[in-house]
């Protein structure tokens, strides 16, 4: 929990809930695992090799068996005769008899007796005495390599501490005797001292015979068994443990690796950080552009997206008015702006509108590529005074080729509208400076010249805080669209981006567009809610997408 809170107290701020959206941007209990599930595989993998390499190793480790057997202590017959009769044992005596059986000397016996290759001292480390407070006994536990080896120490230092006490015994037995036969010799033979005389005769009489049948001075209850397993080490135990440490150690990686990476990983964070409106999100898929020979149409998957992108566009420039020309940019590179560029161009037309692509992106061009076209002449060109418009302009050569190349089933088939235009002006070859072409009179100038062209123009360009010529570009069109990718963009670079532009005078941002999000992570496209795959299905237009509904008059409404 504590994590938890850290997390929420240390992520990026974000803009309050406004009473438009009040719930737009509040806190689920869900962002607080969201750290966990990104690194769920991570995690995973770390609880597994922490259980398996614990398990492997404390299963290589040499086993330790246990076992113990019950000892009597109590009060002897040769107690009473030398004068230690204790009716009741006290704590303190059965302490004093648990020290006496792990002394050095029962020890020695023990190591002479087995044979064992090692010092009492060291012996003596894996044996241990249990006094029982509410009984006269002892508990003997002795750990060892093996189940045999233990119970034989336990039974051996048993019996040795018996033997060690019985000779004990003895030699008070012999020191009483010698002490009541020469009391009894001084004492006088006469009448008055006859009483006392007996008595110590009897006393002697009594010790000769606890010395000549001496009584067992301890007494062990059971013999102790060799156990069934070992007590140590637990592999299956220490696996768990060391599992959910694992876990645990995982959750807190989570939280610090999720605090200290910047990148954005969800729209309602792009939406956020961006405080504009997102137009569409794209998924995520292996190959966002056809192959070589075949870049005249989108692919399947991303169709419905980016004809989304088309739609949300036209009513945004429905409520701000005629907007022909748009801009699209980036905050840094890899983020997918030129492929927007390119998928929403044959968007439009697919739609049987009239379009136009500049390649604004002096520096890095990349729509000649992505169309297949020649390199030059272009943007450089034009801009630079060394070539008209009307020259630099490249027409799609595979749609062109497509629309002169008549289906066969055409006759079969009834007649569907035909696209519209797409026309590319490239980057061209715009020298050492490119920067300096861009000025805004001859910006100006040419997308006036467009705008009365086509009824779309839409200009890709630098990243804007890599290089400023977008700050030159940005005033001179209708509308700026931002493009962000889902664990590309960080939070910084999408302040920032906002900030430059907001710094530019005239800039109209319409809004963005969010590639790379994952299955769930946003909206849910029909990708097979498009043309059938079926031989009797509707024919496509000639770019491969959906044709245009018949009974919709306006060009910029058809999906």
């Known amino acids: 929990m504590f994590v938890c809170s850290w997390w929420h107290l240390t992520r990026p701020a974000m ?51 246990e076992t113990s057997a019950q ?20 704590a303190r005596s059965l302490a004093n008899q648990a020290r006496l059986v792990t002394t050095p000397a029962v020890a020695s016996v023990v190591v002479r007796r087995l044979g064992l290759a090692t010092t009492p001292e060291r012996l ?106 070992a007590v140590a080490p637990k592999p299956v135990r220490n696996a768990i443990f060391a599992g959910a440490l694992a876990f645990l150690l995982a959750i807190v990686l989570a939280y610090l690796f999720d605090r200290s990476d910047r990148r954005l990983r969800t729209v309602d964070d792009m939406e956020a950080m961006l405080d504009t409106a997102i137009l569409a999100t794209i998924p995520q898929v292996p190959k966002p552009l056809p192959v070589h020979g075949e870049r005249d149409h989108i692919i399947r998957e991303l169709r419905e997206p980016y004809h ?27 983020e997918g702006k030129s492929t927007t560029v390119r ?26 590529d992505l169309f297949d076209l020649a390199r030059g002449p272009g943007t450089a060109e034009v801009l630079g005074g060394t070539a008209r418009l009307a020259s630099a302009i490249q027409k799609d050569q595979q749609v062109a080729r497509a629309v002169k190349r008549p289906r066969a089933s055409a006759a079969r088939k009834p007649a569907r509208q035909a696209p519209g235009e797409l026309d590319v002006l490239t980057a061209g070859e715009p020298g050492e400076n490119p920067g300096l072409l861009l000025y805004p009179v001859a910006v100006r100038e040419l997308i006036n010249e467009l705008e009365a062209l086509y009824d779309i123009v839409l200009v890709d360009t630098p990243p804007v805080l890599l290089v400023s010529d977008v700050l030159a570009l940005a005033p001179e069109v209708d ?10 963009t960080t939070d910084t670079a999408a302040q920032r981006l906002i900030r430059t532009l ?58």
């Open 15 to 65: 803009p309050a809930p406004t009473m438009d959206s009040p719930l737009e941007n509040s806190v689920s209990p869900l962002d607080y695992l969201r750290p966990i599930w990104r690194f769920k595989w991570t995690a995973l993998l770390m609880v597994t090799a922490a259980v398996a390499a614990t398990y492997l190793y404390f299963d290589h480790q040499p086993r330790t068996y």
């Open 71 to 90: 000892l009597y202590v109590g009060q002897s017959s040769i107690d009473s005769l030398t004068g230690n009769s204790n009716p009741a044992v006290d």
């Open 124 to 229: 003596l480390q894996r044996i241990s005495v249990r006094p029982d407070a509410s009984a006269d006994f002892l508990t003997i536990v002795a750990e060892a390599s093996s189940a045999r080896l233990a119970a034989r120490l336990v039974n051996e230092f048993a019996q040795a501490y018996i033997q060690n006490r019985a000779d004990q015994e003895k030699r008070l037995v012999s020191v009483q005797l010698k002490s009541a036969q020469l009391q009894l010799a001084r004492t006088p033979i006469k009448e008055s001292n006859l009483p006392a005389s007996v008595s110590l005769a009897q006393r002697i009489q009594d010790l000769r015979s606890a010395a000549l049948n001496p009584e067992a001075a301890g007494q062990q209850l059971s013999s102790a068994q060799p156990p069934a397993s």
């Open 308 to 334: 989304t992108l088309r739609v949300n566009l036209e009513l945004t420039r429905a409520r701000r008015g005629s907007a022909k020309s748009l801009l699209v940019t980036s905050a840094f590179s890899g």
């Open 343 to 368: 998928n929403l161009a044959l968007a439009y037309r697919d739609a049987g509108m009239r379009v136009v692509v500049v390649d604004a992106d002096l520096r890095r061009p990349a729509m000649a």
């Open 479 to 488: 509308g700026v669209i931002l493009v962000a990718r889902v664990g590309v």
């Open 502 to 559: 907001a710094g530019v005078p005239q800039t109209q941002i319409m809004g963005a567009v969010v590639n790379s999000v994952a299955p769930g992570g946003a909206y849910t496209y029909y990708g097979a809610y498009g043309p059938s795959d079926r031989e009797d299905a509707a024919p496509p237009s000639v770019n491969g997408a959906h044709d245009p509904p018949e009974d919709v008059a306006d060009p910029a409404l058809r999906k």
